[in-house]
C-alpha cells in the first residue's frame, strides 16, 4: 500500500516508516521538520518537508503518490508546555489536523491511522484501561487528542472515513538493529534521560515524587516498544477496508514500572550507575498508567515482542551507544 507518513522524520513515525518497508509497503513521509530528523528516514523514501496548511501543496502530494491510507504522527507532545502555552498545542495537533483531513476527504483518501496516546484518559480511577473507560485529560496535550479522534468520528460517520486511533503507553526503545532511536530536543523522557545519567552525558536523574500510592513510591508506566508500537499500525490495515470503520486501540504490555525499576534496568544494562536524586514531583503525573490491550491483541492478532523493561532499555542503549549526540552525532 502506498502510506503517507506525515511525522515520518520524528521518533514513532521514522520507526513506523522502517516497519512499513520491511513489510512491503511504499511510505512516503511529509515532516516540516520542527522537531524530526531528515537522517531518521532513508534516503529513498519520498521526502516532503510541507506544512500541512499548505492544503494545496499535500493535495498535490496525495494525487503524485498515489496515496491510499494516511498515518499522522505530527503532533507537539510536551505535556508540561501544553499547558503554558495551549494556542501552540491546539493550532498544530488540532487545526493542522483538520487541514490534512480536508486534502484527504477533497483527494478521496479515506484510510487514516492516528497517533493517540493514553493521556487522553486523564486521571483514570481503575487500572488497567481499556478503551471504554472515560476519556477526562487533565491538560491541553491530552485535550487535543481526543479532540481529534472526535473529529474521526464525525468524518467516518459523515465521510466514510475508516481509522483507527492507537492511544498510545509511554513509547520506548529503538530500532533493533540500532539504525535509529531516540532524539527529543528537549529531552523529557526517562529512559534517555536515565541513560545519559549513567553515561555522565547529562547531570544526575531526577525521580519525581517517591511517595505515590504504589509499590516503591514512585509512579508506574506501561513501557512499550516503539517497534511493537509501529507494527499495530500495520496490523489494522485489514479493518480499515470497510468504510468509516471508527477503531480505538490502547497500545501497551499491560506491565507497570516504576521509574526505579526503570532506573535499576538502565544500571544492569549499561553495566554503570545511574545517579540520581528524589525531587518533588512532576505536576500531572497520574500515579500508575498501564494498558489493558487485550483488543489490540484479539481484533489484530498484535502480539508485543517486548515485554519487559530491560530488553527495551537494551535497544535504546545500543543507540545511545552509537550516538551519544543523537542524530547530530
Ligand atoms: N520521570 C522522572 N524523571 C525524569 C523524567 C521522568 O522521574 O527526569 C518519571 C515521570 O515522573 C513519570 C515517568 O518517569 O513517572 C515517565 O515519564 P516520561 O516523561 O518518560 O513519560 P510520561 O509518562 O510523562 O509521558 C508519556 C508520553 C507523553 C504522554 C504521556 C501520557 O511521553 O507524550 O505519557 O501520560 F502524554
Redesign the pocket.
Known amino acids: 500500500m502506498n502510506v503517507l507518513v506525515v511525522g515520518g522524520a520524528g521518533y514513532i513515525g521514522s520507526h513506523c516508516v522502517r516497519q512499513l518497508i520491511a513489510a512491503g509497503h511504499n511510505p512516503v513521509v511529509l515532516d516540516n521538520l520542527v522537531y524530526g530528523h531528515r537522517a531518521a528516514v532513508p534516503e529513498d523514501v519520498p521526502f516532503y518537508p510541507t506544512n500541512l496548511g499548505n492544503e494545496k501543496e499535500v493535495g498535490k502530494i496525495l494525487r503524485k503518490e498515489k496515496i491510499e491510507l494516511v498515518m499522522h504522527f505530527a503532533a507537539y507532545?510536551?505535556?508540561g508546555e501544553s499547558v503554558t502555552d495551549p494556542l501552540k498545542y491546539y493550532f498544530n495537533n488540532v487545526a493542522a489536523t483538520l487541514h490534512l483531513l480536508r486534502c484527504m476527504i477533497g483527494s478521496g483518501v479515506k484510510k487514516f491511522v492516528f497517533s493517540s496516546?493514553?493521556?487522553t484518559y486523564g486521571v483514570p480511577e481503575k487500572m488497567p484501561l481499556v478503551e471504554t473507560m472515560p476519556q477526562a485529560p487533565i491538560n491541553p496535550?491530552?485535550q487535543t487528542k481526543l479532540d481529534v479522534e472526535n473529529i474521526l468520528k464525525s468524518l467516518a460517520h459523515a465521510n466514510g472515513l475508516s481509522f483507527a486511533a492507537f492511544r498510545?503507553?509511554?513509547?520506548a526503545g529503538a530500532a533493533e538493529d540500532g539504525a535509529i532511536g531516540e532524539h527529543h530536543d528537549p529531552e523529557?523522557?526517562?529512559?534517555p534521560?536515565a541513560i545519559d545519567a549513567a553515561t555522565g552525558l547529562r547531570p544526575p536523574?531526577?525521580?519525581?515524587?517517591n511517595d505515590y500510592p504504589t509499590p516503591d513510591g514512585?509512579?508506574?508506566?506501561d513501557y512499550v516498544h516503539v517497534d511493537d508500537l509501529s507494527r499495530a499500525h500495520i496490523a489494522v490495515f485489514d479493518q480499515l477496508a470497510k468504510p468509516g470503520a471508527a477503531l480505538f486501540y490502547n497500545l501497551g504490555t499491560g506491565t507497570p514500572t516504576s521509574?526505579l525499576e526503570?532506573i535499576r534496568a538502565v544500571e544492569k544494562v549499561t553495566g554503570k550507575t545511574v545517579p540520581h536524586t528524589i525531587?518533588p514531583?512532576?505536576a500531572g503525573?497520574?500515579p500508575a498508567?498501564y494498558a489493558d490491550s487485550t483488543k489490540a491483541k484479539t481484533e489484530l492478532n498484535w502480539t508485543p515482542k517486548f515485554t519487559t523493561i530491560e530488553p527495551i532499555v537494551a535497544t535504546a542503549w545500543q543507540w545511545h551507544q552509537a550516538n551519544p549526540q543523537g542524530f547530530r552525532s
Open positions: 507532545a510536551y505535556v496516546t493514553c493521556a496535550y491530552g498510545y503507553f509511554n513509547a523529557t523522557h526517562l529512559i534521560l536523574l531526577q525521580v519525581f515524587g514512585t509512579c508506574l508506566r521509574v526503570v525531587a514531583r512532576r503525573d497520574p498508567l
